[in-house]
């Protein structure tokens, strides 16, 4: 299918920008030039309160004021070195409205000044935090669901295969899952569609920076995690982009899923690019996909 239009408008606006590209750059440069392209969001949300899990900086968004709420506990992108709770602050509004359920934004720690497995440990330590202190939150301990975007979403498909505490669902937008970059997807699509197959290397080097972890380790990507880690795995649903270098690796974990007899839906959107979910001023298929990722994590939430 060709390019969305409406995401072909969007690159051209940022290509007219004229960013280096963002494997020339250092992270400090490249996280000053990310945040300024952060507006802030307006879309409404009943509470927000940052809070402190356990020396991890924590957001929490409730859509109502009950105290028996469903919590999703979200992990955002930015391929473990760029973004943080301001910079998927209107993801997590539309989450929490959509599932009328709370949310709870997670400011892991970043690379390559935290490495792996720095943001791994605060992202398994937060969600720990929240089932503790669940009932203070609002929220019923035995339904928790983890999720996230990209570098977000490889961190929620970890936790779901480690599950340091009882897991209802699993949430996995376009997520990395294979840090060894070699599927066709790569080929495809390594350059001209925002995320490119360069700037991923960048990420991934920066990410292992810390010598502790390789690519083929599990906790890394989760792709190369044995059949009974992912047989323990919850339910999952598994989003992906066609002009994405991620897609390919996205969709081959969630077949794994599938063979392993973990219930899972896959949906490709066609003709978009990596990071539409986030992109909900811009892309019509945005706010689509937030729906449906609400939809489904609220089911699993409420059953």
Same mark, same amino acid.
């Given at each position: 299918m060709p390019l969305h239009p409406q995401s072909a408008a969007l690159l051209d606006a940022l290509a007219q920008l004229g960013a280096p590209p963002l494997d020339t750059q250092d992270p400090v440069s $490249? %996280? %000053?030039?990310?945040?300024?392209?952060?507006a802030p969001s307006d879309h409404p949300i009943h509470h927000i309160r940052d809070l402190d899990a356990d020396g991890v900086p924590v957001r929490l968004y409730r859509p109502n004021d009950r105290t028996d709420l469903g919590l999703l506990v979200y992990y955002h992108g930015g391929g473990w070195v760029l973004g943080g709770l301001d910079s998927h602050d209107d993801v997590c509004r539309r989450l929490a409205n959509a599932l009328g359920h709370a949310v709870l934004s997670v400011d892991y720690r970043l690379a390559p000044e935290h490495p792996f497995p720095e943001p791994l440990t605060d992202s398994v330590n937060a969600l720990r935090w929240a089932h503790a202190n669940? $009932?203070?939150?609002?929220v019923d301990s035995s339904r928790i669901a983890v999720g996230g975007d990209s570098a977000g979403g490889n961190l929620a498909a970890v936790v779901a295969q480690l599950q340091p505490v009882p897991l209802r669902y699993q949430m996995l937008i376009y997520p990395v899952t294979d840090a060894r970059r070699g599927s066709k997807s790569y080929v495809d699509n390594a350059e001209g569609? %925002?995320?490119?197959? $360069?700037?991923?290397?960048w990420f991934c080097d920066h990410y292992l920076s810390g010598e502790h972890g390789a690519e083929d380790d599990p906790r890394v990507s989760p792709l190369c995690a044995p059949d009974t880690a992912l047989a323990s795995a919850p339910p999952a649903l598994v989003i992906t982009a066609e002009y994405d270098p991620l897609r390919d690796e996205g969709e081959d974990y969630a077949r794994r899923l599938i063979a392993a007899g973990v219930p899972c839906t896959l949906t490709r959107y066609y003709g978009q690019i990596h990071g539409f979910f986030s992109m909900s001023a811009f892309v019509d298929d945005a706010p689509q996909a937030i729906a449906q990722a609400a939809a489904a994590v609220k089911q699993a939430l409420e059953r």
């Open positions: $490249a %996280r %000053r030039g990310f945040d300024a392209m952060i669940a $009932a203070e939150l609002g569609y %925002r995320l490119t197959a $360069a700037s991923m290397k």
